[in-house]
């Protein structure tokens, strides 16, 4: 059956239901709904929305501690009514929650959680529980009738709100059309090719837009995401990917890593993965030659994104072999060039701040209209470029090398260094299993800190073997685990806390 061609967010699922009814299109480790399900879902709860006085432009929040299935038919039930949602992670309280509900300002905050469901009483905002807005759905005027259905709602309407952390400030809210995200899901959909046979296991939270987008690949596709969240991240991966069936794994290094390290000490049943995504964060050439040894004719494609635009780069499948270093090529229909302070474009081989163009730049920050201009700037037509903070360059052939970020870029003993290159290094070095470089601060020089098993004076000398001794930080711990955050990303700062900790004890 020809897929229509959609404009706005809910009309994937709308399409998907009409293509795929049966097919499982999202599930949970209590639940399955099939496409056809999912599309009904979203469009009963959007009537619960309505009867609840939420319409175009009004922003919702979405809190769930085990939202399952249920987050995703919240995100499109929003968007049939044009109401912009923002999905936050689990762990989200204190200081960050209050500080989200004060900036997004939302009409109702979605909950399960009944500590959320406090914190915005307290500051006068609604909240609802899941079956309370089943219910309000059931007592409204439209239960048994026709779809809701805003008056001239439009592709370049706000769609959500992804909230993004900073490395100092406060989480920051990066804005996304219909438009944007339907281009987004349509390009990267036409370079990975998900299939209406696949089963995408997702062990990001939706939070995180590379977790949310694997939703919007699954109706776009027809593929059955299964949603695993944090708890399948740790020893039950191995288990949890053979008894789904998973096909296609979305991974952030901590996972692949994870992976790689069940499956040396596994002699089980072979995995049905034919393809590995990566971004949020480089995983290391040696984790993806690992992974190519342990699971033959599986397809990697190394990628590079942000929050701002959603995807920069892709890979072409297995392209890192030949181009090691490379993070790919940019979207069809797209643009990524090194540039100079002044946003002169650079030559080929010369490195500079990455800056994307194309209809998948994000509309800016919200209620930030400084940060948005100096990060979005309209110097070459109407529509905004993204000053993405990262460093890199560009070859002949338009294939994309990343540097590091502006952050991870430092001076010590005279010498530029980037902490990506110096945690390569030290992944290289036999016995160490994960690094993280934490750059100078004050008094402090850079430290390396890693989990080995070897000692850290032993980490420290065998990196003169890697990269240039200057560059080699004067420091290194080795520790058990390298701390994550909730989207599975390397946390600097509770690494320096960690760090801390340990020289307290001492």
């Given at each position: 059956?020809?897929?229509?061609?959609?404009?706005?967010?809910?009309?994937?699922?709308?399409?998907?239901?009409?293509?795929?009814?049966?097919?499982?299109?999202v599930s949970d480790a209590d639940t399955t709904l099939t496409h056809a399900e999912l599309a009904q879902h979203s469009r009963h709860l959007a009537d619960g929305l309505r009867a609840l006085g939420l319409g175009r432009g009004d922003r919702?929040?979405?809190?769930?501690?085990?939202?399952?299935?249920?987050?995703?038919?919240?995100?499109?039930?929003?968007?049939?009514?044009?109401?912009?949602?923002?999905?936050?992670?689990?762990?989200?309280?204190?200081?960050?929650?209050?500080?989200?509900?004060?900036?997004?300002?939302?009409?109702?905050?979605?909950?399960?959680?009944?500590?959320?469901?406090?914190?915005?009483?307290?500051?006068g905002i609604p909240g609802v529980t899941p079956d309370e807005l089943r219910e309000a759905r059931t007592n409204a005027p439209n239960a048994a009738g026709t779809e809701a259905r805003p008056e001239g709602l439009l592709s370049v309407d706000p769609l959500c709100l992804i909230y993004t952390s900073g490395t100092t400030a406060l989480p920051k809210a990066v804005v996304s059309t219909h438009a944007q995200a339907v281009f987004a899901v349509e390009a990267i959909q036409g370079v990975l090719g998900y299939q209406p046979d696949d089963v995408v296991y997702c062990a990001l939270p939706l939070s995180f837009d590379y977790g949310l987008y694997q939703v919007f690949l699954g109706a776009r596709s027809g593929a059955h995401v299964r949603l695993a969240g944090s708890r399948a991240t740790g020893p039950v991966l191995l288990r949890e990917l053979l008894a789904c069936g998973a096909t296609v794994l979305p991974a952030v290094p901590s996972l692949a890593d994870t992976l790689v390290w069940l499956l040396r000490r596994s002699s089980g049943p072979s995995l049905a993965?034919?393809?590995?995504?990566?971004?949020?964060?480089?995983?290391?050439?040696?984790?993806?030659?690992?992974?190519?040894?342990?699971?033959?004719?599986v397809r990697i494609h190394v990628m590079f994104g942000l929050t701002e635009c959603?995807?920069?780069?892709?890979?072409?499948a297995d392209g890192d072999i030949d181009r090691p270093g490379s993070c790919g090529l940019p979207l069809p229909g797209t643009e990524v060039v090194a540039c100079d302070p002044d946003g002169t474009v650079l030559p080929p081989g010369t490195v500079g701040e990455l800056?994307?163009?194309?209809?998948?730049?994000?509309?800016?920050?919200?209620?930030?209209?400084?940060?948005?201009?100096?990060?979005?700037?309209?110097?070459?037509?109407?529509?905004?470029?993204?000053?993405?903070?990262?460093?890199?360059?560009?070859d002949a052939d338009g294939y994309v090398y990343f540097t590091g970020r502006r952050d991870d870029i430092y001076k010590e003993r005279g010498f530029r260094v980037?902490?990506?290159?110096?945690?390569?290094?030290?992944?290289?070095?036999?016995?160490?299993?994960?690094?993280?470089?934490?750059?100078?601060d004050g008094s402090r020089g850079a430290e390396l800190v890693v989990v080995a098993t070897i000692g850290q004076d032993d980490v420290l000398l065998r990196m003169r073997e890697q990269i240039e001794p200057v560059k080699i930080p004067g420091r290194c711990t080795v520790v058990a685990e390298l701390p994550v955050n909730g989207n599975g990303k390397l946390d600097r700062r509770a690494a320096v806390e960690l760090l801390r900790a340990l020289n307290d004890d001492r």
């Open positions: 059956m020809t897929r229509r061609t959609v404009a706005l967010l809910h009309e994937l699922v709308v399409a998907a239901a009409s293509c795929w009814p049966d097919r499982p299109a919702m929040v979405i809190a769930m501690r085990a939202g399952g299935v249920l987050v995703p038919a919240l995100v499109f039930a929003a968007s049939r009514l044009g109401v912009v949602f923002a999905v936050l992670h689990e762990q989200v309280r204190g200081v960050p929650l209050t500080h989200v509900l004060d900036d997004s300002s939302p009409r109702l905050v979605v909950t399960d959680d009944s500590d959320v469901l406090a914190v915005a009483t307290a500051r993965l034919r393809m590995v995504t990566n971004t949020g964060a480089a995983v290391s050439p040696v984790t993806l030659e690992a992974l190519r040894v342990r699971l033959p004719g959603k995807r920069a780069t892709i890979m072409p800056v994307v163009r194309g209809p998948h730049v994000m509309a800016g920050y919200w209620r930030r209209p400084e940060l948005t201009e100096q990060r979005f700037p309209r110097r070459h037509g109407l529509f905004p470029e993204l000053r993405t903070g990262d460093y890199g360059w560009v980037s902490t990506v290159e110096v945690e390569e290094a030290a992944r290289r070095v036999p016995g160490v299993d994960a690094a993280l470089v934490l750059p100078p």
